[in-house]
């Protein structure tokens, strides 16, 4: 679930490319906001699932 | 070097794609899930990277700062969070890509006019995904705080709290349909976001603890859809592909945790109380562990003294599982399975 979950933050590149090359204020904020938030879950999400499946690896 | 992109970029993207069924797949087996995470960090390292040139935003000092914070950010939460906090924190996690999902159909709802021809679908998609996101964070948001212990764990309902809920659905849909109709009005936007996170909260509120982990599995495929929905808004199908796989393997999970915890899953999906207080079990009844099960596991034959020890402790295991079935709250049921698994020990100590 925990891999999905940072798969799902493939709405990144929608974010990227809202944001991109856009002059609006109102659109400027909302899209650095959204490139923030997905980054955090994208990035934590992968990070967060290795910790977890480092836990299963069996230790020699 | 403009024709090397042209090339590139869609081959990055159907490397993306395939990538990430590969991970997928590779997640789906313990020997072989670190390698399946890995391949998904590449695959989204390439997206990011051909979505960058694609757009020529490479230079962007406003998108470099959004990557660094929000990179640095999550590192930061995923290396300091502890292990017993991981089922809360990958449930925000989730519910700030729904969160990131919203706002990318705000800013595609503030602009129609400059993204050239008009398109209905995707409105209606826009809509959708307020709606789906903002359930899925303002749910999501509820759920950590029962599992963090800022809400009570217990379910929280009031009189007439379905008909709200309905009520509230039917506002948020009405909203999306006018929204279709009159894509004028800027406004209506934050409206179907605004009813659409009372929905959430409401939804998950009359939720037990115990029961939390489910619906954040079917709240992740919710967020996936959206991503997937978020494509079809920036005419996107590069959006689409990983969105529906993550929507479809959230249906898949949540369906399994359905199974293991003998619930319905519209009663999970919809906060359906059934008698006695409960969310609705499903139709089967847990199968009672029979003596040839104790056979094959022992080796005792039947009749022995030590056969006979075995069977009164399966059968003070079988009453404890049956009690952990119905937990009302997650820690309670934790305590009251530990409680009785020690007891159960202390009794075979003593034989």
């Known amino acids: 679930m925990s891999g999905s979950n940072a798969i799902s933050g493939i709405t990144l590149i929608g974010a990227l490319m809202a944001t991109g090359g856009e002059h609006g204020a109102l659109t400027r904020a909302l899209g ?5 938030f997905a980054a955090i879950d994208v990035v934590a999400g992968f990070l967060v699932t290795h910790r977890m499946l480092e836990m299963f690896r069996n230790r020699p | 070097v403009n024709q090397l992109a042209t090339v590139l970029v869609p081959l990055g993207y159907l490397a993306t794609s395939a990538l990430f069924i590969l991970g997928l797949r590779d997640l789906a087996h313990p020997g072989t899930a670190i390698r399946g995470n890995a391949l998904g960090a590449v695959a989204m390292a390439v997206a990011v990277a051909a979505a ?16 660094v914070v929000g990179g640095a950010l999550g590192a930061l939460l995923a290396e300091t969070i502890q292990m017993t906090a991981m089922p809360h924190m990958v449930a925000l996690l989730n519910g700030f890509g729904g969160a990131a999902s919203v706002l990318v159909a705000w800013t595609a709802a503030s602009k129609p006019a400059s993204r050239g021809r008009f398109r209905p679908e995707a409105f209606w998609c826009n809509g959708r995904i307020g709606f789906v996101g903002s359930v899925t964070f303002w749910g999501i948001l509820v759920g950590f705080g029962k599992l963090q212990g800022l809400i009570s764990e217990k379910q929280i ?12 659905a039917a506002v948020a849909l009405g909203l999306g ?19 659409s996170s009372a929905l959430g909260v409401l939804l998950v509120l009359p939720i037990a603890g115990a029961h939390i982990p489910v619906v954040i599995a079917l709240l ?20 689409v592909i990983p969105g ?15 199974r293991a915890m003998n ?30 099960h104790l056979r094959r596991r022992t080796g005792h034959v039947a009749r022995s003294s030590a056969a006979r020890r075995d069977r009164s402790r399966l059968r003070c295991l079988e009453r404890s599982t049956r009690r952990a079935i119905w937990p009302t709250s997650w820690r309670s049921a ?5 409680s009785e698994s020690t007891r159960w020990q202390d009794a075979s100590r003593a034989t």
Not at chain 2, 52 to 67: D, F, P, Q, V, Y
Not at chain 2, 157 to 168: D, E, I, P
Not at chain 2, 244 to 258: E, Y
Not at chain 2, 334 to 338: D, L, T
């Open chain 2, 157 to 168: 309902r009031f009189r007439g709290q379905q008909a709200v809920n309905a009520l509230l």
């Open chain 2, 244 to 258: 529906s796989l993550v929507g479809a393997s959230g249906v898949v999970l949540t369906r399994i945790m359905c």
């Open chain 2, 52 to 67: 960058l040139i694609e757009r020529r935003i490479l230079g962007s000092g406003r998108i470099a700062m959004g990557l």
């Open chain 2, 220 to 239: 992740n495929s919710y967020s996936g859809l959206s991503a997937a929905a978020t494509g079809f808004v920036l005419d996107n199908d590069r959006l």
């Open chain 1, 32 to 36: 650095l906001l959204a490139v923030i």
């Open chain 2, 177 to 195: 349909g006018w929204s279709v109709a009159a894509p004028s009005i800027g406004a209506l936007y934050p409206a179907i976001v605004a009813a």
């Open chain 2, 263 to 292: 619930r319905l899953r519209a009663s999970i999906a919809f906060g359906v109380i059934g008698p006695g207080g409960r969310p609705q079990l499903r139709g089967r009844c847990v199968r009672r562990a029979g003596e040839g």
């Open chain 2, 334 to 338: 934790v305590r009251r399975w530990s």
